[in-house]
């Protein structure tokens, strides 16, 4: 059993930055591939950034690409979003997410088997 939880969301203005963290307990964190999906309200779950067991291995949803960053630290059993020039268009609950089962990571939601509660991010205009 893997558990996730997020922080460092919150309210920020338009064009500022914030960095969510995901802590993981259970598991072998360094062999997993980790992911971060984003949820606004009435919308569909939507992938953001996903990262190798590595590091070594991310992509991004368009949308993100250029102005977010996914990082991990193995040590620390720790993933990263770093997100930079917020709009008011990625106010949303993100998730953090693991694929336990392989090594690279996926834009697909159901590839990962275990989810955080999720962190809210608001961005005003």
């Known amino acids: 059993q893997v558990q996730l939880v997020e922080s460092g969301g919150g309210l920020v203005q338009a064009g500022g930055s914030l960095r969510l963290s995901c802590a993981a307990s259970?598991?072998?964190?360094?062999?997993?591939?980790m992911g971060w999906f984003r949820q606004a309200p009435g919308k569909e779950r939507e992938f953001v950034a996903t990262?190798?067991?590595?590091?070594?291995?991310?992509d991004y949803a368009n949308s993100v690409k250029g102005r977010f960053t996914i990082s991990r630290d193995n040590a620390k059993n720790t993933v990263y979003l770093r997100m930079n020039s917020l709009k008011p268009e990625d106010t949303a609950v993100y998730y953090c997410?693991?694929?336990?089962?392989?090594?690279?990571?996926?834009?697909?939601?159901?590839?990962?088997?275990?989810w955080g509660q999720g962190t809210q991010v608001t961005v005003a205009s």
């Open positions: 997410a693991a694929d336990t089962r392989h090594y690279s990571g996926s834009d697909t939601p159901w590839r990962y088997d275990y």
């Open positions: 259970g598991g072998t964190f360094r062999t997993y591939a």
């Open positions: 990262i190798s067991w590595s590091g070594v291995d991310t």
